[in-house]
Structure formats: C-alpha cells, structure tokens
C-alpha cells in the first residue's frame, strides 16, 4: 500500500513524525479523509480525534485549533493543542 509523511505539531512540540496509509483529520466542517497521492489542500482544523493507520494499527490524537496542509505526499498538522 503506498503511504505519505504525516507530521503532528503544536507550538511547544513536535508530536508525530512517521509514514503512514490512511489519516481522518477533523476539519473544521467535517472528516477529511486522506491517502497517498492526495490533492493539495489547505483547511483548518476542528477539534476531534485524529486517527492514522500505519502498518495495520490505528494511532488516535484528539487535535483542538489550528490548520491542516496536504501537498507532494506531505501532511502537516499544525495544531493549537494535540495529545
């Protein structure tokens, strides 16, 4: 299965780096679900569980605030607070 680089991050922290298949990011109108080879995107985040599947296991982080960015197989998670 192809994957893509996900990154979590905060103001005070770096909380995920890895690779990964799947991610549910919640956005500020609703999940947006992202694969492997995505459209660029820019959108801002709600608050929920964010949930990446790698390797056949399910990581969940509850994010609050802030801006997600797709691009070139790169997702960026830029958070107000995440743990």
């Not at 801002?44 to 599947?53: C, F, S, V, Y």
Request: hydrophobic content about 40%; proline content about 2%.
């Amino acid at each position: 299965m192809d994957t893509f680089q996900i990154e979590v991050v905060t103001p005070e922290k770096l909380v995920l780096d890895q690779r990964a298949e799947f991610a549910e990011i919640p956005g500020k109108d609703g999940y947006i679900g992202v694969l492997a080879g995505h459209a660029a995107l820019l959108g801002e985040l709600g608050e929920g569980a964010l949930k990446i599947t790698a390797g056949g296991q399910i990581r969940e982080i509850t994010v609050s605030g802030g801006y997600v960015e797709v691009r070139d197989n790169h997702v960026r998670v830029l958070a107000d607070k995440a743990g």
